[in-house]
């Protein structure tokens, strides 16, 4: 794969071939396949991965879906940044392994613990989420009398939030809605993957080696977004450049770098993965979509005008809004609306961009009411409103 340099379009082209992969089946394997190649989903909200199938393999459905999560074929689990992610078991362990040293060293300082007190802590987690899948509260409850009996100190702070986030957030651990309603909001429970996992024994948690696991990371994000800069690599990592920068070393011939005017090089597999659709025409997009978030912050313009940025990312509070895709750029926003029993698919388009008709909306909007298993009643799409685009929701 050769890009000319200044090629926005041809950039453009070459990373909608590696996220629309040519799957055309709908059965499990096909699912998995999908994953595989476009690589985790970020699913902060819980209907992102459904979304993100839809998208991709237009007429999975919701029941298909849910089945995967419910035979793991599809995990959850916190892992990149610190955020939950839709992996394939194979991705999450090699996201356990990058992520597990750091997370380890966070909930050691977190709880002021020393020496060996901080791996205890680490084992004490995963051998209470072993044999069961536990509520939070009660995870964390236990995680702090185990801490008051094996290393009491005098005046403990009492847990915050984000030292109960490290608790049930440890990578090692999965989570799933307490009943089966993968897409929507709710309680979430979470158990040691290695107790799930069916591969994989209950007393042998696998961790994949910390670099192995950065180097097989960096192929799967080159893979999937590329081609693309070490800090647009390093910020999906949740790494430091220079850590990249060494794995990118480690990688040698595996790795093409090209020049860019004003920039990072461009770096890309030797050899990328082959086929795909460049050309996806409309989509319908989730939240935290990888078309934003495979890429660093000032990177966030393949896809997407600089000036629309503010009406998609919320930089305060990190949400993202669900967008639309038409041809090779996101040219609006959208949502679900229903009043009176019917359901409406509203779109509004980002400054500048001509409205969509309700034609090129009518396939893609069936592809999410099959994801969702909700009915899309009424297509309606509107110019942009430029005052109060804050983001979020």
């Keep these: 794969m050769k890009i000319e340099t200044g090629s926005q379009g041809a950039l453009r082209r070459e990373t909608l071939r590696r996220q629309f992969p ?3 089946g709908k059965d499990p394997v096909d699912l998995v396949d999908v994953f595989e190649r476009i690589g985790p989903v970020q699913s902060q909200a819980p209907r992102a991965p459904f979304l993100a199938a839809a998208a991709r393999l237009p007429g999975i459905t919701a029941a298909a879906l849910t089945e995967a999560f419910e035979q793991h074929q599809l995990v959850l689990g916190s892992s990149l940044r610190g955020t939950v992610h839709t992996s394939t078991p194979g991705q999450f362990r ?15 300082r977190m709880f002021g613990l020393e020496g060996s007190t901080a791996s205890q802590l680490v084992a004490e987690i995963e051998r209470a989420a072993t044999g069961r899948w536990c509520d939070r509260s009660g995870l964390v409850a236990h995680i702090v009398a185990w801490l008051e009996q094996e290393d009491p100190i005098p005046d403990r702070p009492a847990p915050t939030t984000m030292t109960e986030n490290l608790v049930w957030g440890h990578p090692g651990l999965l989570r799933r809605p307490r009943g089966h309603e993968w897409h929507r909001r709710g309680e979430t429970v979470h158990r040691l993957a290695a107790a799930v996992l069916r591969d994989q024994p209950a007393d042998h948690p696998a961790i994949i080696d910390a670099e192995v696991a950065r180097e097989a990371l960096v192929r799967l994000h080159l893979s999937a977004y590329g081609p693309s800069t070490r800090r647009d690599i390093a910020w999906w990592l949740g790494e430091k450049v220079t850590a990249v920068d060494s794995t990118v070393r480690q990688l040698g011939d595996e790795i093409t770098a090209q020049s860019q005017p004003g920039g990072d090089p461009l770096l890309d597999l030797a050899e990328s993965p082959a ?4 050309e996806p025409g409309v989509r319908l997009l ?12 000032p990177n966030r313009d393949r896809f997407l005008r600089p000036e629309h940025l503010p009406y998609v990312w919320n930089r305060a509070n990190g949400l993202f809004r669900p967008v639309v895709l038409a041809d090779d750029h996101l040219v609006a926003t959208w949502r679900l609306t229903t009043v009176r029993g019917r359901t409406a698919l509203e779109v509004t388009m980002l400054p500048g961009e001509v409205v969509l008709g309700s ?35």
């Design 94 to 108: 090699l996201l356990h392994g990058a992520c597990a040293p750091r997370r380890a060293a966070d909930l050691s």
């Design 286 to 297: 989730p939240e935290f979509d990888g078309l934003l978030l495979g890429f660093a912050p």
């Design 22 to 24: 040519a799957v055309t």
């Design 359 to 393: 034609a090129r909306l009518a396939d893609p909007a069936a592809a999410l009411a099959a994801a969702l298993a909700q009915p899309v009643d009424e297509i309606h799409a509107r110019p942009a409103v430029t005052a109060g685009h804050g983001g979020g929701g």
């Design 275 to 278: 086929g795909g659709n460049p």
